[in-house]
C-alpha cells in the first residue's frame, strides 16, 4: 500500500447527547440514537482520533485504493462511539491512533495504526 503518514492524529467531529451522554459518529444533528433527544440537547465536539481496536476484517477483493489485502476495524473511541476504518496495522485489542495517508493520486484517506508510547 503506497502511502504517507501526515502529522496526527486528526480529530474527528462526533454528536454526544447531554441527557443520556451517547455519542455518535459520523455527528448526528437530528437526534440521539438512544433517546431521541434534539438539538440543543446534542453537542457537536472533535473527539482524538485515539481508541481501541474492537474487530478487524481483512479484505481479500476490492478495486481501487489501497491494494488488497488490507484490514477494516472497528475501533472504539476513547471519546465513545465506534468508527469503522482502514486499520493499518495491529489487532483485536490493540490502542490505535488516527491519521491520514495519502494514497497514490494524492487523496488522503483516515486511517488507524497502533498508537505510539512515549
Do not use: K, N
Amino acid at each position: 500500500m503506497e502511502s504517507a503518514a501526515i502529522e496526527g492524529p486528526p480529530p474527528l467531529t462526533v454528536s454526544r447527547c447531554t441527557r443520556d451522554g451517547f455519542s455518535a459518529y459520523p455527528a448526528d444533528d437530528l437526534g440521539c440514537q438512544m433517546c431521541g433527544a434534539t438539538p440543543p440537547e446534542l453537542e457537536i465536539l472533535e473527539a482524538e482520533g485515539r481508541g481501541t481496536v474492537r474487530a478487524v476484517v481483512t479484505v481479500h477483493r476490492h478495486r481501487g485504493w489501497p491494494d488488497t489485502p488490507f484490514q477494516i476495524a472497528a475501533i472504539q473511541l476513547d471519546a465513545g462511539p465506534v468508527v469503522r476504518t482502514l486499520l493499518l496495522e495491529g489487532g483485536v485489542g490493540d490502542a490505535v491512533t488516527g491519521q491520514h495517508v495519502v494514497d497514490a493520486d494524492g487523496t488522503a484517506h483516515y486511517a488507524f495504526a497502533p498508537a505510539v508510547i512515549s
